[in-house]
């Protein structure tokens, strides 16, 4: 059976502010994807809230869920961490027995030895014990290191992985 895979995009300003991540989004085989969730357009700024039937009901039909954003302040953007401390605290109530596979793409603005001074598994922790604590196996992590320095090559090398490794 086919693993449906749904990739999360945390960017809190995606499609406005955030070339970066949107270079790797657009070199992605999205044939592999069966939904994307981009989580500033499920935000509704006037209630301060997300669709959660919509999210809800994509989390329930995955098997595999594809978080992709950028470390802020060692964590996930904001939106990301409203999205996760409100449907994911609705999903757990209603359905704490799912067992999910997750990977996590993560772009980072500093170096690769900068992180591994503090070692990137222990900056996101809290993100990889919540969804420990959900009861989903996180199977991987690709980080981007110095996004804002990329060539167009390293781009497509780091697309590639993810598109081989993850997405085939």
Same mark, same amino acid.
């Given at each position: 059976m086919k693993e449906k895979k =749904? =990739?999360? %995009?945390?960017?809190?300003? /995606? &499609?406005?502010?955030?070339?970066?991540? *949107?270079? %790797?989004?657009?070199?992605?085989n999205q044939e592999k994807i069966d939904q994307i969730l981009l989580l500033e357009q499920e935000f509704n700024p006037?209630?301060?809230?997300f669709?959660?039937?919509?999210?809800? *009901?994509?989390?329930?039909?995955? +098997?595999?869920? %594809? /978080? /992709?954003?950028? %470390?802020?302040?060692? &964590?996930?953007?904001?939106? !990301?961490k409203?999205? !996760? +401390? &409100?449907?994911?605290?609705? /999903?757990?109530?209603?359905? *704490?027995e799912t067992k999910k596979k997750v990977s996590i793409i993560i772009t980072c603005g500093r170096t690769e030895h900068f992180y591994n001074k503090k070692d990137l598994q222990n900056v996101l922790l809290p993100v990889i014990?919540?969804?420990?604590? !959900?009861?989903?196996?996180v199977d991987h992590i690709y980080p981007l290191y110095e996004i804002h320095n990329k060539t167009d090559k390293e781009w497509k090398q780091f697309a590639t992985l993810i598109n081989e490794d993850l997405l085939a």
């Open positions: =749904l =990739l999360i %995009i945390g960017h809190p300003e /995606f &499609s406005t502010n955030s070339n970066h991540n *949107k270079n %790797i989004f657009y070199l992605l006037e209630t301060n809230s669709n959660y039937e919509n999210s809800l *009901k994509a989390l329930l039909e995955a +098997d595999h869920i %594809i /978080f /992709f954003h950028p %470390i802020w302040w060692y &964590s996930v953007p904001w939106t !990301m409203l999205w !996760m +401390d &409100s449907v994911l605290s609705t /999903f757990y109530n209603t359905h *704490k014990e919540t969804y420990q604590y !959900m009861g989903w196996n």
